[in-house]
């Protein structure tokens, strides 16, 4: 059974970057028909899409997030990672990790349990 | 980017009734649309992909629907557990992916 875990610190500094660990077990993140994702939700509101990684390193992330994102991979751990830079308030969130194919289904199928990144000095 | 609109943003129901959540893409998005349940403090599970395939292991009283731009969510008989928020989300742009804002569905 596919098992996603995210992981890093639930306070972050305004201004600072926020950097969060998705370990993904039960199955290689290295799968040709998988990318894998940032989604988060602020307190009491909706899902955002971050952005999304391919096994290979090509990434696409939520313009609106302008190039503050940076999500990396690393195959041979079988994690990603999400970075995201001068966060503010705005940014407090849970986090999600998540898996989606290329191709049918092209939904999350797979999440993480979530955690919790609260911005605040 | 591709926006979606649910309606209604709330909804209550009782227990037995039939329910239908729509959810409206800003362009066509073909069949590639996506409904999940969120449940408080938990994360979203698929229920349906491609706008009326059953996720594995999703009770058959859920259906979905459409194509193009307008899709819907049935949920034929409303069992305790359903209630929840539910979300659509386009899968046409897997560069940029969208969400709808969410329909509550909470007991009558």
């Known amino acids: 059974q596919l098992q996603l875990q995210e992981s890093g610190p639930g306070l972050v500094k305004p201004s600072e970057t926020l950097s969060l660990t998705c370990t993904v077990s039960?199955?290689?993140?290295?799968?040709?028909?998988?990318?894998w994702g940032w989604i988060r939700q602020p307190p009491g509101k909706g899902l955002e899409w971050i952005g999304s990684i391919y096994y290979s390193g090509s990434t696409y992330h939520n313009p609106s997030l302008k190039s503050r994102v940076t999500i990396s991979v690393d195959t041979s751990k079988n994690q990603f990672s999400l970075k995201l830079s001068s966060v503010t308030a705005a940014d407090t969130a849970v986090y999600y990790c998540?898996?989606?194919?290329?191709?049918?289904?092209?939904?999350?199928?797979?999440w993480g349990q979530g955690t919790l990144v609260t911005v605040s000095s | 980017d591709i926006q979606m609109t649910q309606s209604p943003s709330s909804l209550s129901a009782s227990v037995g009734d039939r329910v239908t959540i729509t959810c409206r893409a800003s362009?066509?998005?073909?069949?590639?649309l996506n409904w999940y349940q969120q449940k408080p403090g938990k994360a979203p599970k698929l229920l349906i992909y491609d706008a009326s395939s059953l996720q594995s292991g999703v009770p058959s009283r859920f259906s979905g629907s459409g194509s193009g731009t307008d899709f819907t969510l049935t949920i034929s008989s409303l069992q305790p557990e359903d209630f929840a928020t539910y979300y659509c989300?386009?899968?046409?742009?897997?560069?940029?992916?969208?969400f709808g804002q969410g329909t509550r569905l909470e007991i009558k």
């Open positions: 998540a898996r989606h194919g290329l191709s049918t289904p092209r939904g999350f199928d797979y």
């Open positions: 362009q066509s998005i073909s069949s590639y």
């Open positions: 989300q386009q899968s046409y742009n897997i560069h940029l992916i969208t």
């Open positions: 039960g199955g290689s993140i290295s799968s040709s028909t998988y990318y």
